[in-house]
């Protein structure tokens, strides 16, 4: 059993900052990468940024230059850092991870997500 547990999300005014933390825990053999993908009323869920377990990145063009993500291997823990919000960046930002866990029939590779936290950017 595999759990990502987000926090950090909240109401910030345009121009704020904001820390969104993702920790995961239970049966982890290994984590591949993590990142973090955010849906707002009406639209589909898009990538937001995504770190390997190598520490190489990808963010959406949207964010560049505004979001970091980085990762704590130790803590099996990603966060993100969003700097110089905008109305636009509102949105259910979930966390997702590839994980290999240990099973009875031998090591398996799935996606797992997080519950979702709310971030609103508004004044």
């Known amino acids: 059993q595999v759990q990502l547990v987000e926090s950090g999300g909240g109401l910030v005014q345009p121009g704020g900052s904001l820390r969104l933390s993702c920790a995961a825990s239970?049966?982890?053999?290994?984590?591949?990468?993590m990142g973090w993908y955010r849906q707002a009323p009406g639209n589909g869920r898009d990538l937001v940024a995504a770190?390997?377990?190598?520490?190489?990145?990808n963010f959406a063009d949207s964010v560049k230059g505004r979001f970091t993500i980085s990762g704590d291997n130790a803590k099996n823990t990603v966060y993100l850092q969003m700097n110089s919000l905008k109305p636009g960046d509102t949105a259910v930002y979930y966390c997702?991870?590839?994980?290999?866990?240990?099973?009875?029939?031998?090591?398996?590779?799935?996606?797992?997500w997080g519950q979702g936290t709310q971030v609103t950017v508004s004044s």
């Open positions: 997702s991870a590839r994980i290999t866990v240990a099973t009875t029939g031998g090591l398996r590779e799935y996606d797992y």
């Open positions: 770190i390997t377990s190598g520490g190489s990145t």
């Open positions: 239970g049966s982890i053999f290994s984590i591949h990468d």
